[in-house]
């Protein structure tokens, strides 16, 4: 079966907007992403992971190279890809419920099957007695499975996600870890997820994608052979299967990271 997520030799280049000097952003990358896989990527503040995210998302134009979706190339945003921001990008005059819905509205998707699938990804994302809430009565962490509900109800081919926990507490920030990992088994959505944590980026991916420092190139890619099911944070501290691909990422990326500061 064809990935569902294919990047050939993907390079960007921008004006820097103070300097007017051309910042080379992406260089070069390939990498592919199979249907229901679970991939992040990691590396050093302004490596271009964002760029690249950007790009996917059909947000920002890329220079040279392709990308592909489902075998369709990207042009522009489109409904195979759902994206879920930092920053909870949830509308405040929304109810939880009519924020989860809103994608199958756009859709034109009947009443009576949008509540119905509204109901099925609040009870998923555990929102459950929430649905008539608005998002300035929610926690951060509430506001953000609700972004992550709205995205999967909407049905996307790729789910590419953005350091979705960063702004979160780190108790928090542990909890949904968990839950993300539990939804990618319940619905086996083909995921890219963005972060600069290592120790998150081991816990959640099938494989990662570390990319050098600025311009950023894929550097190497390390699997994690931990089955989804066993991926509980009080039972990986002391597993090797996934201490040692986890070192291994943090080894690669402190690499970059130093050499930068030489």
Known sequence: MPAKLVVDRLSHHYPDEYTGEDVHALDQVSLSVEDGEFSAVVGPSGCGKTTLLNILAGLLPHTEGSVQVDGREVGGPGPDRGVVF????????????????????????????????????????????????????????MKQRCALARTLCANPVVMLMDEPFAAVDAQTRITLQEELN???????????????????????????????????KLKATVKIDVPREKRIWKDLLSEKSYTDPRDEILRLVREEVFDDEE
């Open 86 to 141: 930092q920053e909870h990008a949830i509308l405040p005059w929304r109810t939880v419920a009519r924020n989860i819905g809103h994608g199958l509205e756009i859709q034109g998707i009947a009443r009576s099957e949008r509540e119905q699938r509204v109901q099925e990804f609040v009870d998923l994302v555990g929102l459950s007695g929430f649905e008539d809430r608005y998002p300035h009565e929610l926690s951060g962490g």
């Open 182 to 216: 539990r939804i990618a088994i319940a619905t086996r959505k083909t995921i890219l997820f963005i972060t600069h944590n290592v120790d998150e980026a081991a816990f959640l991916g099938d494989r990662c994608f570390i990319f050098s420092r600025r311009p950023g």
